[in-house]
């Protein structure tokens, strides 16, 4: 039977009690650098026992009894600690209320919180239900209602201040409530809803609200509200490892250990010590558990590389990638196509093969701003065409994700060639932020307009990889596709395949995985527990067809109606290739760009042989649209009647 200990707060006496029979009790949340409750002292005498009173004598005033990580669990004991960790969940999800206890005051009443919540209880709502058509111009419109938005942020800004926000102990316990309570150095308890946080941001967002976006309000989006989505359960549960990249831990190991309970996914063992171990057995438990997402994820670039003496598994995100690969996936939860099992790294499980996967050219990285990480879609892909024609009806048949028709994937071909040389020069003096693509007529704007709003799903996957632009065959079709990697990508027997990867919106990422040496050029490889297959990447999401109309005419996936699953077995510590591939850093990764990438010197020399290519390809647009308009007035002539027409 499980045990802790409560603090009696009139008294300051330390009981344990049964995890069963527990008495009503308030679960205190608070980061140890406050130094509240600091356990070298008599409680009575610590600094946060007057926040405590205050909430006994205003709020709880029948609960006698309060759990505080640094009194409750020996500090000195490492078997204590041992058995308390995995118990997190218990215990801060069966607290009446997790009351968050700051040093900073919060200069905020109850009342005028309440009076902003019931304004805005219409946007709130209108996230909820995602009613943007509906009711979204009169929040974006009306300078009433934008000012309600704005007053609501500005409530929301002061409870990211607390250093509170920034640590991953404090996040689970977040996550974990039932319900919260603040009370900063102003001794005001303030209760303020989970679905407050969570919806005001979002409705700023979607609205582009421009005056509650970027500056103060940065840290609600990278701080809070997505800890209040996490909490609110609008996530998957494992998916709270994607809010660690503003989080920090002074022992990197409760990186993991100080998600377990909140991610749903608790080992049992916790004095393991380095951070890549602790993830790797999180890791293969939460896939043991149901959670096969966690096998099928996008690969990432590491800012900074794991040490050359830790080996690389092909199938594994990395320790510091982990939550981007998940944020990027976009995956909420993927159920697999058969039994799965994983030893030592290596993933067990069922899938079906798709086709032989070529490399045909390398696309390179998704264009970033340096400063706020804003991504730039269009000129990623006009630079992607590289003012190629046939590699821009390509690049235009891949990224519309089989929604377009032959003549809508020309048209967006000729916006991406025609705006090559002005997003090149765009990029050469950092003005990303101000370009516009430009059009020669509404048609091609209303096409491209819609193909940015496809990228907003479809490119989100690619954030943190390189792409190589690729071709799926297989007897009944060719498809073009884009792959994923972390790395270059060597020549090699390359096939894909599909584990069930499938987002909400019903289209699939493959998974491209590399035959060993000596395997058969057309002979789909087999792998086993002891020489399993190595993973190189995925493809962006695409739709699967067996209809090869669809296939030729959409430039879908084609796969046959009875294509038979098969075992896989990827990745882990048995991979020939991982065991002999050290990871590599995003630098070096763009150093080897050629051609494609941007990311060169931006000489006056270079910006001046740009401008000059710009112009004489305006010069070619303009001669075609003054010969076209000329053949337009000659046809209007014969038309009506005229057979000669004299100036």
């Not at 409560?6 to 006496?13: E, F, T, W």
């Not at 409530?155 to 309570?181: D, G, H, N, S, Y």
């Not at 976006?213 to 800890?227: C, D, F, Q, T, V």
């Not at 916790?270 to 999180?282: H, M, S």
């Amino acid at each position: 039977m499980a045990y802790t200990r409560l603090v009696h707060l009139q008294s300051g006496r330390i009981e344990q009690h049964s995890l069963n029979s527990m008495p009503p009790y308030v679960a205190v949340s608070h980061t140890w650098g406050d130094n509240l409750f600091n356990s070298q002292l008599p409680f009575r005498e610590t600094p946060g026992r007057k926040a405590l009173d205050t909430i006994s004598t205003t709020e709880y005033r029948n609960i006698k009894y309060y759990w505080i990580d640094t009194l409750c669990i020996d500090q000195s004991d490492p078997m204590d600690k041992q058995r308390q960790i995995p118990l997190m969940g218990d215990i801060y999800g069966s607290a009446e209320v997790v009351s968050i206890v700051t040093k900073i005051p919060f200069g905020l009443s109850q009342t005028y919180i309440d009076s902003i919540t019931t304004a805005v209880q219409d946007a709130i709502e209108m996230s909820m239900n995602e009613t943007w058509l509906e009711n979204g111009n009169k929040w974006r419109q009306s300078e009433k209602h934008r000012k309600l938005l704005k007053q609501a942020m500005d409530i929301i800004e002061v409870f990211t201040r607390p250093v509170w926000c920034t640590r991953v102990w404090t996040m689970q316990e977040f996550i974990l409530a039932k319900r919260t309570l603040w009370i900063g150095s102003d001794l005001q308890p303030l209760r303020v809803e989970e679905i407050f946080f969570q919806a005001i941001p979002d409705v700023c967002d979607n609205l582009a609200i421009e005056e509650c976006l970027g500056g103060k309000y940065r840290r609600i989006y990278s701080h809070l509200a997505g800890m209040a989505g996490a909490h609110l359960k609008m996530i998957e549960p494992t998916r709270v490892l994607e809010l660690l990249g503003n989080k920090k831990a002074t022992i990197p190991e409760d990186e993991v250990y100080g998600l377990m309970a909140a991610s749903g996914v608790v080992l049992k063992q916790t004095n393991i010590v380095g951070k890549g171990k602790v993830w790797k057995l999180w890791w293969e438990e939460a896939i043991r558990t149901g959670h096969f997402r966690w096998a099928v994820l996008p690969p990432s670039i590491p800012d900074i590389p794991e040490p050359l003496h830790v080996q690389r598994n092909c199938i594994m995100p990395s320790f510091s990638t982990r939550h981007l690969a998940s944020l990027n996936s976009v995956l909420d939860s993927v159920q697999p196509l058969g039994p799965v099992s994983v030893q030592n790294g290596t993933v067990s499980m069922m899938g079906r093969s798709v086709g032989r996967c070529n490399i045909i050219q390398r696309l390179g990285r998704i264009e970033l701003d340096q400063t706020d990480g804003t991504v730039y879609r269009d000129i990623t892909l006009i630079l992607f065409s590289a003012n190629n024609w046939q590699l821009a009806l390509r690049i235009a048949a891949v990224f519309g994700a089989g929604r377009y028709r032959p003549k809508q994937r020309a048209i967006i071909a000729q916006v991406l060639v025609i705006n090559f040389y002005r997003a090149k020069l765009a990029v050469l003096q950092h003005r990303e932020r101000a370009f516009r693509p430009r059009f020669r007529n509404q048609l091609q704007a209303t096409i491209w307009s819609d193909f940015m709003t496809v990228q907003m799903a479809f490119m989100c996957v690619m954030n943190d990889a390189i792409a190589f632009l690729a071709d799926i065959r297989n007897g009944l079709a060719v498809t073009e596709a884009v792959v994923l990697t972390d790395r270059e990508i060597p020549k090699g027997n390359f096939w894909a395949i599909d584990l069930g990867a499938t987002n909400q919106s019903e289209k699939t990422m493959l998974t491209v995985i590399q035959a060993p040496s000596g395997t058969q050029a057309e002979a789909l490889p087999l792998s086993s527990s002891d020489v399993p297959l190595h993973r190189i990447g995925v493809t962006t999401y695409a739709q699967l067809t067996s209809s090869l109309k669809h296939a030729l005419y959409y430039s879908r996936h084609m796969i046959g109606p009875r294509e038979p699953l098969q075992q896989f077995c990827i990745g882990g510590d048995a991979c020939p290739i991982c065991s002999n591939t050290p990871y590599v850093k995003s630098t070096d990764i763009s150093a080897v760009d050629e051609g494609n990438s941007v990311e060169h010197k931006c000489s006056a020399e270079l910006i001046q042989n740009t401008k000059l290519k710009m112009r004489r390809q305006m010069k070619m647009i303009l001669v075609r649209v003054r010969a076209q308009r000329k053949a337009e007035y000659r046809k209007l002539l014969r038309r009506i009647g005229v057979k000669r027409f004299e100036r």
